[in-house]
């Protein structure tokens, strides 16, 4: 059975997008400043054996870094196209054809409100916090994002990979 042209999708078609919600990123984002300044205020403020105080005051100022990196990560969005995923600033994560499986059942290794996808081969790793991170042959998506928009692009890329697979064959 062939499809009308009009029904198939160019490469490029955005078939699904991820993005941190404005509410979601703020929440994240305020609580990591939040942790990060307490840990200064009580590194900087009581006086406990130095080698604490110095821990905490480093641990703080990590904690303040990791909510700057969070607030630059999660202005990008995660694009589903028939190539496979990509982030806004135009890198790949994942393309369709090094996709192996789709993991997001209540008990797999996933981010919150997201899923993983296992690749054939292991990629570099990489993380932007908040959004998605890969790590061998595991990437996470996920994390600040809405669970609604995650889900639908997890079907859609089954259904990719099913598609493709009849392909194949």
């Known amino acids: 059975m062939t499809q009308s042209p009009e029904t198939i999708a160019e490469p490029t078609e ?10 979601r990123r703020v929440f994240g984002i305020a609580t990591l400043a939040s942790l990060g300044g307490l840990l200064l205020y009580l590194g900087l403020s009581t006086s406990p054996a130095f080698l604490w105080q110095l821990f905490l005051v480093v641990m703080g100022v990590l904690v303040l870094l990791l909510a700057e990196k969070t607030r630059r990560a999660t202005e990008q969005h995660i694009q589903l196209t028939r190539a496979g995923l990509a982030s806004s600033s135009g890198e790949i994560i994942a393309s369709l054809e090094d996709i192996a499986a789709i993991k997001r059942g209540m008990f797999d290794l996933k981010p919150s409100n997201g899923f993983t996808v296992i690749l054939k081969r ?9 959004l998605w991170w890969a790590m061998g042959r595991r990437v996470g998506i996920g994390g600040v994002t809405p669970g609604s928009q995650a889900k639908s692009a997890a079907q859609i890329l089954d259904a990719l990979l099913a598609e493709q697979g009849a392909v194949d064959l």
């Open 122 to 130: 292991p990629r570099s790793r990489r993380w932007l916090p908040g």
């Open 14 to 23: 955005i078939l699904a997008t991820i993005t941190a919600t404005g509410p």
